[in-house]
């Protein structure tokens, strides 16, 4: 099936997932979310602890997460990523239904499975009255009989945090050692009971917990039950990256797996990055949802330094290209037109103050200069590394009746002078980075005869932040920049400045332009 490309494809629409996913989508990325619908807290009824949403159900905050996302121009794919692979410079990634899709960017926020204890009737409550994080239940739980179902060596650290929401808590050890000898008095001293033996079931009466079972067949009253479980990261389609989920520990104790990343979800992949439970296993909805937001803004940067880098590729390439003849030549032939027609505006102004004579019309292109100095007197080399405009220049002439006062020359001055003595040199709007512009205007500025007028006119540099017709802005100039490499003993300076004029942007718009404006007589 046909492949697209986003920025970033999110695997996993919770709320670390759509949290990224919103991020990216307002900072102008394409974004793809991939979601299998199995979010941990389904079993819940509400989720808690995330200011100005507390008790929101948890499928209510996926779903205005979802519509705020597409609102911002992400895409929504439900099937599961079962895979990933390197593709040069970014993954495919496969979904279960054989679909493909590529991003150059992967944030992975599949979250992690809860492995309860073996207990028959326990997974069916769970989320209900069977819990574990007192932040996430502890308030609704309240004041309950709640026994704290012995897993490991925190299931002592746990029965001090839920004493602090009811005063009637409870160790149920399950076949672990009693607590030794300094517990022991800590748990007393706070009147939490330990119960022994092996707990082998739930009680329920009218959808409600009333006990716990133990092997001996005793019952043990309870509204609640806290079983801590292991977490175990969803990390299938990590794996196939090489990234496997790696034991996570704390006080010695091994509660599950986790995928390693620094704090912005970055992992040792270049290129992937994770959020929420997948790799923090204690982050509640809004901790998630921040992971989420943290690793999109480091991917974001990412991709803005990668585009940065390919810019710059460009911008070097295009520099070192769009000046040969092959270029001219494929620019011309790529439209019957590719000026207005008409002279350009500051030679129109500033020749007729000249005694016509010799004139060079250096870039001539298709010949609007040219021919309009032949109309008034001038003899006229046109000179231009295109043979595709010198035709049409040399059609334009014969067309304006003046191709005997015409000479067209199809050159690249820099690497063959003008050569010959001209009354007027013009250089319309040629645009060079500055090492070739300053050989060549010195060549210019050779081949005007004593008493001739150089005269160059450029976009001036203070377009760049109106109008960036020509964002190149090295090689823009200031007429005073070209005036100073002029030999002061042999030149008198006529004009430098900026000089404004009327000009039609892309939008239609009529704004002011300024060019760069350069008149200056060669002393005879």
């Known amino acids: 099936m046909e492949e697209q490309t986003y920025d970033v494809v999110v695997i996993g629409g919770g709320a670390a997932g759509l949290s990224g996913a919103l991020a990216l989508a307002r900072s102008r990325r394409s974004v793809l979310v991939v979601d299998s619908g199995e979010p941990r807290n389904a079993p819940a009824a509400h989720m808690h602890n995330y200011l100005g949403r507390d008790g ?3 499928a209510e905050l996926l779903a205005a997460g979802r519509a705020e996302v597409l609102g911002y121009g992400a895409e929504l794919l439900t099937g599961r990523a079962e895979s990933a692979v390197r593709d040069g410079d970014g993954f495919r990634v496969a979904i279960d239904d054989g679909r493909l899709v590529r991003g150059r960017r992967l944030l992975v926020t599949t979250g992690l499975v809860d492995e309860l204890p073996d207990i028959p009737g326990l997974a069916g409550r769970w989320g209900r009255d069977v819990a574990h994080c007192p932040y996430c239940h502890g308030w609704e739980l309240r004041d309950r009989r709640i026994g704290v179902l012995a897993t490991g060596p925190l299931s002592l650290l746990q029965a001090q945090m839920w004493r602090q929401l009811s005063p009637h808590v409870l160790i149920l050890l399950n076949g672990r050692p009693a607590p030794g000898a300094e517990q022991a008095e800590e748990l007393a001293a706070r009147g939490i009971p330990v119960v022994a033996g092996e707990v082998v079931g739930v009680e329920v009466s009218g959808d409600r917990m009333t006990g716990v079972r133990l092997a001996s067949g005793e019952t043990i009253a309870v509204d609640a039950l806290v079983a801590g479980p292991r977490f175990t990261a ?40 994770v959020a929420g439970n997948v790799t923090n296993l204690g982050a509640t909805v809004v901790v998630a949802a921040a992971g989420g937001q943290t690793a999109a803004a480091a991917i974001n940067m990412d991709l803005i330094a990668e585009d940065t880098r390919r810019a710059v590729d460009a911008y070097r390439e295009r520099i070192s290209t769009m000046f ?26 500033e020749a007729p103050g000249l005694t016509p004579g010799r004139a060079l019309d250096v870039g001539c292109g298709e010949g609007a200069d040219t021919v309009w100095l032949a109309e008034r007197g001038w003899e006229v080399t046109g000179v231009d590394i295109s043979t595709v405009a010198l035709e049409r220049a040399a059609g334009h002439a014969a067309g304006a009746g003046v191709a005997e006062r015409v000479t067209f020359r199809h050159a690249d001055l820099r690497a063959d002078p003008p050569g010959e ?10 645009h060079l980075p500055p090492e070739e512009r300053r050989e060549l205007y010195a060549r210019l500025a050779a081949a005007v005869a004593p008493g001739g007028t150089l005269l160059v ?38 004009t430098a ?10 939008d239609g718009r009529v704004i002011t332009v300024r060019d760069a404006v350069l008149v200056a007589r060669r002393q005879g």
């Open 234 to 273: 969803r990390s299938g389609v990590l794996e196939s990256l090489d990234l496997p989920a790696e034991p996570f520990e704390m006080h010695g104790h091994v509660l599950g797996s986790r995928i390693p990343a620094d704090e912005t979800g970055a992992t040792r992949v270049p290129g992937v990055w």
């Open 56 to 58: 929101t159900p948890p």
């Open 421 to 430: 003595a001209y009354d007027l040199v013009s250089a319309q709007f040629m």
């Open 457 to 494: 006119v450029g976009h001036h540099p203070s377009d760049l932040a109106t109008f960036a017709r020509h964002h190149f802005p090295d090689m823009l100039f200031t007429a005073e920049e070209i005036a100073a490499e002029l030999d002061p003993e042999a030149w008198k300076v006529v």
């Open 497 to 506: 400045e900026a000089r404004p004029r009327t000009a039609t942007d892309p």
């Open 324 to 349: 040969t003849e092959e270029a001219w030549e494929q620019r011309y032939r790529g439209r019957d037109a590719i000026w207005s027609g008409r002279p350009n505006p500051q030679l129109v102004a």
